[in-house]
């Protein structure tokens, strides 16, 4: 039930909850990864089940993928739909121009290939992911395994000329082993604490050996959707310069409610 939700979960469900009802019968829509994402999936397979709504998914992640299947969403692989005309993610961090941090649910690679792929990406976020500027929250750059110490000592010179507060990187964990990706790769978290020139050091990142992606999204999302925990909404378009200003009403009998695990 709403009641037993957080705040920060009421925010993350509202902002959700406006995104599934931009999704129209027969879209290819790409599904993100996080809890964000995850209201967003249960809202969308409230949809296809109460309304009808016919969508094709393109899951982020296999987390994603195995939520859009228990909620009965139909899913296919980006090969398969090819284009697709929304896809709906979370974020980390969102700046004023609508650039993002994403990765800290280590599903960047899949992300930033669906959004890429698609006409139009929304973000969907609770108000404390909105930022002046980016770099407080750790910058997840994906690496492959082979020689992963060298890229990351290659990584941390680099930053050295590089407009950015802080230079040190950790290696993400999973317990006592590194995390691994869906792709089997390892992600190199950036402590910067402050990027001067994203757009740089998203150019330079992504050229050196070793580093297959970085988690700065920049002029790829269109949309944010910034919800509160007392249902207030945000609606700020990049593209049609608008901020538009809602608020949703909890329904306490919806049973998106019943039977959380995350
Ligand atoms: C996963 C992501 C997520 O979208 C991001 O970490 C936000 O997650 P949450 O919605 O749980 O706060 O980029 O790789």
């Known amino acids: 039930m709403s009641g037993e939700l957080s705040l920060i979960d009421k925010a993350k469900f509202v902002a959700a909850k406006r995104a599934a009802d931009m999704v129209e019968d027969g879209m290819r829509v790409g599904l993100g990864t996080g809890s964000t994402a995850a209201w967003l999936v249960r809202c969308l397979g409230e949809r296809v089940r109460d309304d009808g709504l016919r969508i094709k998914g393109v899951p982020t992640s296999s987390r994603t993928a195995a939520l859009a299947r228990d909620v009965g969403i139909e899913v296919?692989?980006?090969d398969e739909a090819r284009w697709l005309d929304l896809t709906i993610d979370g974020a980390d961090?969102?700046?004023g121009e609508l650039n993002l941090i994403k990765g800290g649910g280590g599903a960047l690679l899949q992300e930033k290939i669906?959004?890429?792929?698609?006409?139009?990406?929304?973000?969907?976020?609770?108000?404390?992911k909105e930022v002046g500027t980016l770099?407080?929250?750790?910058?997840?750059?994906?690496?492959?395994?082979?020689?992963?110490q060298t890229t990351q000592a290659l990584v941390e010179e680099t930053l050295i000329s590089m407009d950015v507060l802080g230079r040190n990187s950790s290696l993400r964990m999973n317990g006592d082993a590194a995390f691994v990706t869906d792709e089997g790769n390892y992600i190199l978290d950036l402590h910067l604490k402050r990027i001067g020139n994203a757009r740089q050091l998203a150019l330079v990142l992504n050229q050196m050996p070793g580093v297959v992606e970085n988690g700065l999204f920049i002029d790829i999302c269109d949309t944010v959707i910034v919800g509160h925990g007392d249902g207030r909404?945000?609606?700020?378009d990049i593209n049609e310069g608008t901020v538009e200003h809602e608020k949703l009403?909890?329904?306490?009998?919806n049973n998106l409610f019943a039977d959380l695990d995350d």
């Not at 909404?233 to 700020?236: E, P």
């Open 76 to 78: 296919m692989s980006l």
């Open 93 to 95: 961090e969102i700046d």
């Open 233 to 236: 909404i945000l609606v700020r």
């Open 114 to 128: 669906v959004a890429t792929a698609s006409d139009r990406m929304v973000v969907i976020a609770d108000a404390g």
């Open 135 to 148: 770099g407080a929250f750790p910058l997840p750059v994906e690496m492959i395994p082979f020689g992963w």
């Open 249 to 253: 009403d909890f329904v306490e009998s």
